[in-house]
C-alpha cells in the first residue's frame, strides 16, 4: 500500500486482531508501523468521508447522531454516546507514533478514532458547545427507550429479535427461550 496514493484526509483502517480505525491519512503510516511492531496483519486503508463511534448496547434504530466535521471528514456520534467520548476525548493523553507525529484516540465499541493534537481541540470545542442541547436530547432519548422497553415487557417479558417466533428455541420445561426462567 503505498500513502501517497491515498488522495482522501482520512482513512479508514483494519488490522488484524484490531478495531476498525478511522485515522487521519496524515498519521496512517504511524498506525500502520504501530500495527506492524504489535504483530498485527495489515489488511485494508480505505479513503473515507464519513466515519463514526459508538458504545455497546441495545440500541433504537431510530436514534439521532451528532455529526462533527472535521476538515473533509464527517464523524457522527450518537447523541447518547456523545458526553462519554467527550469525556474520554478530554483525558485522552496526546502519544507520539515512532515517526514522532503525535496523536491520540477514543475507543467505542468497535471502531477508534485517532485524531491530530489540533483535531483534538477542535473536536473538544465543538462538544462542549453542543453538551447542554446534547444532555438534554439524550436524556430524552433514554426515556423513549425505557418506555419502549416497558411496553415491550407489558405482561411479561419478551424475547426481541427478527427471527419468526416459531424458529427460537424453547426449553421443554417452562416454554421460554433457551430454557431461560420467567
Known sequence: MNIEEIKSEWTFFLADGWKVHWCPTSLLSGLMSDAARRNHTFHE???VKKGFVDLPGMI????TYQEFKLGEFVLSIPTEDMETFLDELEVAKIRKFEDGKEYCKIHGWLHCVVFTPDQRVTMLSEMKARLPAVKIQAKAERAE??????????????VITSKAPDSIPRSPVSGTPNGEKN
Open 60 to 63: 433504537m434504530t431510530d436514534r
Open 45 to 47: 486503508a480505505t479513503p
Open 145 to 158: 427507550f425505557s418506555r419502549r422497553i416497558a411496553e415491550i415487557n407489558k405482561g411479561g417479558s419478551k
